[in-house]
């Protein structure tokens, strides 16, 4: 466990049912690390990285726009032959594909989209994340697990800083197992 070096700020009540609401401060960091917990849950389920989701689903949507744009005009009398307008949808669609794979300023793999959520983050524990870049830095690789795990400190450091607490009135803390 490493020492927790506290962020000033911070306060809340603790909220119904454990919910973050605390300082606006504290709301923003956990918005964050929820963040960089969506990008390591996608990566680690082989969902497509930012920029290549992004080419395929605008590249699929230009396709069909072009395929709709044809019917249009099938229907306003300006026949069009249904290979040349599948064509032209086809290289529509691949020509945004390209271009967004190409020039699209979203990360190209989830390693460095992680890479830049960590690089943009300030954390409540410090301590942990100076850990987590020399473990990172010492293996080579951005490690899920150590990610994952920086993720857990990160926000028990959070919900410690901001007073989060679960309330007394709990069911489960009353049951007795």
């Known amino acids: 466990m490493s020492k927790l070096q506290v962020i ?16 606006t401060q504290f709301k ?19 969902t497509m990285p930012t920029r290549i989701g992004n080419a395929i689903g605008l590249g699929t949507i230009a396709c069909f726009a072009v395929l709709g744009i044809a019917e249009g005009l099938n229907r306003l009398g300006l026949h069009i032959h249904s290979l040349i307008s599948l064509g032209l949808a086809l290289l529509g669609g691949l020509a945004v594909y390209r271009y967004i794979s ?39 690789i951005f490690d899920l697990e150590l990610v994952s795990m920086w993720t857990d400190i990160e926000a028990d450091a959070i919900q410690a800083a901001a007073g989060w607490r679960m309330p007394s009135e709990s069911k489960f803390l009353k049951q007795r197992v």
């Not at 009540?13 to 919910?19: E, L, M, N, T, V």
């Not at 410090?126 to 850990?131: Q, V």
């Open 8 to 23: 000033q700020g911070g306060g809340g009540d603790g909220g119904q049912h454990g919910q973050p609401d605390g300082d």
């Open 102 to 140: 190409m020039y699209s300023t979203a990360p190209r793999t989830h390693a460095e989209h992680v890479d830049l959520l960590l690089a943009a983050y300030d954390p409540v524990d410090k301590e942990a994340l100076r850990t987590l870049q020399h473990k990172i830095e010492e293996r080579g």
């Open 28 to 46: 923003a960091k956990w918005r964050r690390l929820q963040q960089i917990r969506a990008v390591i849950t996608g990566w680690r389920k082989g």
